[in-house]
């Protein structure tokens, strides 16, 4: 990371990645009450996707949940 204050779409897949990895994620997970950032923009990205191509239903948001 080159460390501008601005993330890149590279730098922020990094970022997702490292944090996937984590072990402390892994045990802080138990008591986390909202999903890790990364999960919840994976989430983002398939609603966005969802609006993209026509089939987001409203009343299906809770199955990104």
Same mark, same amino acid.
């Given at each position: 990371?080159?460390?501008? #204050?601005? $993330?890149?779409?590279? !730098? $922020?897949?990094? &970022?997702?990645? &490292?944090? &996937? =990895?984590?072990?402390?994620? =892994?045990?802080?997970?138990?008591? +986390? %009450?909202? *999903? *890790? %950032?990364? =999960?919840?923009?994976?989430?983002?990205? !398939?609603?966005?996707?969802? +609006?993209?191509? #026509?089939?987001?239903?409203?009343?299906?948001?809770?199955?990104?949940?």
């Amino acid at each position: 990371m080159d460390h501008d #204050g601005v $993330l890149s779409e590279r !730098e $922020l897949e990094m &970022a997702m990645e &490292a944090e &996937a =990895k984590s072990n402390w994620r =892994k045990a802080a997970q138990l008591f +986390m %009450t909202h *999903p *890790p %950032t990364y =999960k919840r923009i994976l989430m983002l990205r !398939e609603i966005e996707q969802e +609006m993209n191509t #026509g089939t987001f239903q409203e009343s299906n948001i809770y199955n990104h949940v």
